[in-house]
């Protein structure tokens, strides 16, 4: 173990913070780290958006599914996809914006690693973080409270502050169930992997003295039935073509 892997397996989802505000000089000192992920061919092709306005906050906590954290932490963050800078650059030229689906992954991959060192930074300076994917319940709405131009995407949320709990750790899949070798194992191997990590969980919610369905319940039940079927429509709106 070094400092660095220390830190990434000491991870937890932060979801209760403390009064203490963000230091200017972390914010700006984490957004940097967040530049310095990788990016596909250099294109950058995303931005945060920094919400204070408790008003804005207030909104998006219905938005978000009643989500009091958006309000409640020191920093709120939105992550987007952002296409724009691109358009901007092709209109000044007179050139064509043609981007299709491809485009469209680029931008979401690029802001999601970026969002992830720069939630690490966050974490790295005594910080905790929780990302917000409630942002895409009702997201043409929350796009409205955002005021977000053609071409940004946003993705998801980012609640930051000092923690003011200390949650176990959530399990993960077994390394080997997660790290293949070579080729992707038979049914039969993943189906055992599944069970192992029902297993895993349930010990988990115990320790926390919590009630749940099994793990494998809990995604039959996710993905039996389409959710947010907005989205493709929302971001075809915002410029995306996803074909
Ligand atoms: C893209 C993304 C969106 C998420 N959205 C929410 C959310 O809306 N609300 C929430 O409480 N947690 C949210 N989470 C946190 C996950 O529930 C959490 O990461 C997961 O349960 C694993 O727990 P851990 O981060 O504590 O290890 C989100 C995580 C990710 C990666």
Redesign the pocket.
């Known amino acids: 173990m070094n400092d660095t892997l220390t830190l990434l397996n000491r ?5 209760h913070y403390t009064d203490e505000p963000l230091l200017e000089e972390d914010v700006r000192a984490a957004v940097e780290a967040g530049q310095r992920a990788a990016t596909s061919s250099a294109i950058e092709a995303y931005c945060c958006i920094r919400i204070r306005s408790a008003e804005t906050r207030e909104r998006l906590v219905t938005l ?2 009643g ?1 009091t ?1 958006v309000a409640d932490a020191p920093g709120f963050f939105v992550i987007c996809g952002d296409t724009r800078r691109h358009r901007l650059a092709a209109q000044r030229a007179g050139r064509a914006y043609d981007s299709r689906l491809e485009a469209f992954l680029l931008a979401v991959i690029d802001a ?1 690693l970026f969002a992830q060192n720069m939630a690490l930074a966050f974490e790295s300076l005594g910080y905790g973080f ?6 895409r319940n009702r997201l043409p709405e929350a796009s409205k409270v955002l005021d977000l131009p053609h071409g940004v995407y946003p ?3 980012l609640c930051v502050g000092r923690p003011d709990e200390d ?1 176990i ?2 399990p ?1 899949f077994a390394l080997d169930d997660v790290l293949f070798e070579e080729r992707y194992p038979d049914d039969a191997q993943v189906l055992r992997a599944l069970d192992a990590h029902d297993e895993d969980v349930a010990s988990y919610y115990e320790k926390r003295g919590d009630e749940m369905p099994r793990w494998t319940e809990r995604m039959i039940e996710k993905f039996a039935t389409p959710i947010r079927t907005h989205l493709g429509s929302y971001y075809r709106g915002q410029g995306a073509d996803l074909t």
């Open positions: 991870h937890r989802s932060i979801r978000t599914g989500q954290k999601t929780c990302y917000i994917g409630g942002l993705l998801f949320g949650p750790e959530r993960r």
